[in-house]
């Protein structure tokens, strides 16, 4: 005697497959997702109370990085500038726009201005940024090319497998240490581009590889094994 219909068979067969398709599927939306912009913040322009252009102080004006983050090679953070240092400058120029009054009046009460944070690590990951900054990793590296950004934004996923691309092979993006805040190096490097989206500014070409191997001996980089290892990002 015959219990179950024929067709149950069949039915089985596409549950079984239909299962481990919606499972791979899930699974495959999930990792998307986790790499997504939604949960990086990657690429979302971040609104600060003042509408600071680094594209137009960068890239027009040539102002070096460190003369508004001036602990970036001293210290675990790059620092953020008082509302001194940008007077300095429209205590002479724009010192009458409406776009800097917030400015002014910062530097009138002696409050400094609450800028939102572009770049947000979790609290179990420690960054040093002086390390990588006198150990050759240039800005745009992490950072992109901001010379380009009129509204800065976080170009890199700054998840764990893109920082171990570099820990991994650290020679493909380093530089000389009077080239660490210069944008513009590496773009006549052949297959690089002067794109914002440029994040890791890789050194491609055998010439720059070359340079980068002795750099790695110069600075002293220590071997990946080491700068893989899970406590030195995580303490």
């Not at 007077?87 to 800028?115: A, F, G």
């Not at 690590?121 to 950072?143: M, T």
């Not at 773009?187 to 491609?204: M, Q």
Request: a neutral charge; hydrophobic letters at 30%; charged letters at 25%.
């Amino acid at each position: 005697m015959q219990i179950f219909h024929h067709s149950t068979n069949t039915i089985a067969k596409v549950s079984i497959f239909g299962g481990i398709f919606l499972v791979a599927a899930s699974l495959w939306v999930l990792a998307e997702i986790n790499r997504s912009s939604y949960n990086t913040g990657q690429f979302i322009e971040v609104q600060q109370p003042v509408q600071f252009s680094h594209k137009h102080h960068v890239g027009d004006d040539g102002i070096d990085c460190r003369y508004c983050h001036t602990s970036v090679e001293v210290s675990n953070t790059a620092g953020m500038p008082p509302t001194k240092t940008c007077m300095n400058c429209h205590s002479q120029i724009w010192n009458e726009s409406p776009y800097l009054e917030i400015v002014r009046t910062s530097y009138k009460d002696n409050k400094p201005i609450e800028w939102a944070r572009v770049h947000d690590l979790p609290d179990f990951v420690y960054f040093n940024h002086s390390i990588h900054v006198n150990k050759g990793v240039g800005c745009a590296s992490c950072h992109g090319r901001v010379d380009t950004m009129p509204a800065i934004y976080q170009s890199a996923s700054l998840q764990m497998e893109w920082c171990l691309a570099c820990h991994r092979e650290p020679e493909r993006y380093l530089r000389p240490k009077d080239k660490i805040t210069d944008m513009h190096w590496n773009i006549d490097d052949p297959g690089v581009t002067s794109n914002a989206e440029n994040r890791l500014a890789e050194n491609l070409s055998e010439e720059r590889r070359k340079l980068g191997r002795d750099l790695k001996r110069e600075y002293r980089v220590r071997d990946a094994a080491t700068i893989t290892s899970c406590s030195t990002c995580h303490r």
